[in-house]
C-alpha cells in the first residue's frame, strides 16, 4: 500500500520561505512525482513536477521561488519556497504516479496523479 506524507508546512511572513517534505511509504521507486496546492474556493492547481530521471517543471507563477527535489535513496520529495508572498497561502499536496505513465502532458494537472498525500497548510502573511 503507497503512502504519501508531507511536513513542514506553517506560518511566514511575506518574503519568507518554507521548506515541505513528502515520505512515500510502500514503494522503493520514485515515478512522476509533484506538488499541488489548494487555496479556499480555488481548484487544485499544479506548483512543481519532476520526473523519475530528476527533470523539473515548474508552474509560471512559482518558477525562481520555488524548487521541487528528491533524495531517492530516502524516498522523499521536497518543495522548497523562497519570496512566499500572501497568494501562496494554501493546503499544498505532494502527488505521485504510480500508474507508471512516460506520458509528457498533463503533468501539472491533477488527473495525472493516482495517490496523495493529506495535506500540509501553508499560510504566508503580509
Known amino acids: 500500500q503507497v503512502q504519501l506524507v508531507e511536513s513542514g508546512g506553517g506560518s511566514v511572513q511575506a518574503g519568507g520561505s518554507l521548506s515541505l517534505s513528502c515520505a512515500v511509504f510502500?514503494?522503493?521507486?520514485?515515478?512522476?512525482m509533484a506538488w499541488f496546492r489548494q487555496a479556499p474556493g480555488k481548484e487544485r492547481e499544479g506548483v512543481a513536477v519532476?520526473?523519475?530521471?530528476?527533470?523539473?517543471i515548474y508552474a509560471d507563477s512559482v518558477k525562481g521561488r520555488f524548487t521541487i527535489s528528491k533524495d531517492n535513496a530516502k524516498n522523499a520529495l521536497y518543495l522548497q519556497m523562497n519570496s512566499l508572498n500572501p497568494g501562496d497561502s494554501a493546503v499544498y499536496y505532494c502527488?505521485?504516479?504510480?500508474?507508471?505513465?512516460?506520458?509528457?502532458?498533463?503533468?501539472?494537472?491533477?488527473?495525472?496523479?493516482?495517490?496523495w498525500g493529506q495535506g500540509t497548510q501553508v499560510t504566508v502573511s503580509s
Open positions: 502527488a505521485a504516479d504510480f500508474r507508471l505513465s512516460t506520458r509528457q502532458d498533463g503533468l501539472l494537472q491533477p488527473p495525472r496523479y493516482n495517490y
Open positions: 510502500g514503494y522503493t521507486f520514485m515515478p512522476y
Open positions: 519532476i520526473s523519475s530521471g530528476g527533470i523539473t
